[in-house]
């Protein structure tokens, strides 16, 4: 069992299989954005079955596959499939934007991967193309064939941002409510150029709480997952919102999960620059015993919380290097 030294239990693993991303959502990654790490570096399949494996011997039940875009990443089929191999490795979810799911979403369920998280901040195509730099449709093609492929949950992400999408709301819930999905607004994070130059749109979620309030009897649901929303249902149907608040309201205490980029790195939190270089180890030959306790090590120093309040300037990395 992973455990840090506020007593929190680690049992997730967001794994970041790319840095690259067909998207530019503007909070994300800025279009000037250059620095990308080289392939060279990126873990190979082999090597993050291996370094997953040792995730999975300390306790790690569930892996999310996450990016930049995951579905970029030609090898993903192949990593998923090893990793819903590993023994002790309950769950297996994905992270995208769904632009290119109608096309690999039938593969992905094949291959071991059952929940999915996409993001989707607008059901309108110009407003669609302002925040991602890409086009609406392939992306609700893609959610229509994840459905049909049977992922279960499937849970949209929504970033709500004053005078971007905030008036969309309610047609959001509308989609989600019609379709059976799992809807979910977050907050926006001050993490590299993109989320900060985001920050002037950044509106405390108690806001949308209050306005569908107004419109819905909003029960609290218990939901399982892995995450730190906290989800309600709404009127009588089966769709449940949830609602994450990093800034408002962090949820720090709870955290159960460290994050591996492309290149080994592992991140103990998000908002945080604290961190293991794993590939070396990989590469220069270290035993699988050494490279669990340099894991245990860090996860020992993993902090208390994140500062984004306090220090919004803090992670120059871009999201897209973490997966969020
Ligand atoms: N490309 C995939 C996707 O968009 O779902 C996976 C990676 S993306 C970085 C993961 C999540 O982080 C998305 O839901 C995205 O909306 C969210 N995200 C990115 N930048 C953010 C920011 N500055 N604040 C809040 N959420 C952010
Ligand atoms: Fe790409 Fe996801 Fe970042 Fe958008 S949020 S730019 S889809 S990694």
Not at 216 to 229: I, V, W
Not at 250 to 264: E, K, P, Y
Request: negative net charge; charged residues 25%.
């Amino acid at each position: 069992m992973l455990k840090d030294s506020f007593n929190r239990e680690i049992h997730y693993l967001r794994l970041s299989v790319t840095d690259r991303c067909d998207f530019r959502c503007f909070y994300c990654l800025p279009r000037s954005h250059r620095e990308f790490e080289t392939p060279d570096e990126w873990l190979t399949s082999d090597e993050i079955e291996r370094i997953v494996g040792q995730f999975s011997m300390l306790g790690v039940k569930h892996v999310r596959l996450t990016g930049g875009e995951p579905l970029v990443r030609k090898e993903l089929n192949e990593i998923a499939s090893k990793i819903a191999a590993l023994p002790g490795i309950e769950e297996l979810s994905l992270s995208t934007n769904a632009s290119r799911l109608a096309q690999f979403s039938e593969p992905l369920h094949s291959a071991g991967v059952r929940r999915l998280n996409i993001s989707l901040d607008s059901l309108d195509e110009e407003r669609f193309k302002q925040i991602t730099g890409s086009h609406l449709q392939p992306v609700l093609q893609g959610i229509d064939a994840a459905l049909d492929s049977g992922f279960h949950p499937i849970k949209i992400n929504m970033v709500v941002m004053r005078g971007i999408n905030d008036h969309e709301v309610e047609g959001m819930v509308e989609y989600c409510l019609d379709r059976g999905l799992t809807l979910r607004f977050i907050e926006t994070m001050p993490v590299g150029e993109g989320g900060r130059s985001a920050s002037q749109h950044y509106l405390p979620l108690s806001e949308i709480e209050a306005r569908l309030r107004k419109r819905y009897t909003l029960q609290p649901a218990a939901m399982r997952g892995s995450g730190p929303a906290s989800y309600f249902q709404i009127d009588d149907s089966g769709l449940v919102i949830g609602f994450i608040t990093p800034q408002s309201q962090h949820f720090c205490d709870t955290c159960n999960r460290v994050r591996l980029s492309v290149t080994g790195d592992l991140h103990l939190c998000l908002g945080q620059e604290d961190r293991l270089e794993l590939r070396p180890m990989l590469r220069s030959g270290a035993s699988d015993e050494t490279i669990r306790q340099a894991i245990r090590d860090a996860v020992m120093r993993k902090p208390e919380r994140h500062n984004f309040n306090e220090v919004p300037e803090a992670i120059l990395r871009p999201m897209s290097a973490l997966g969020g």
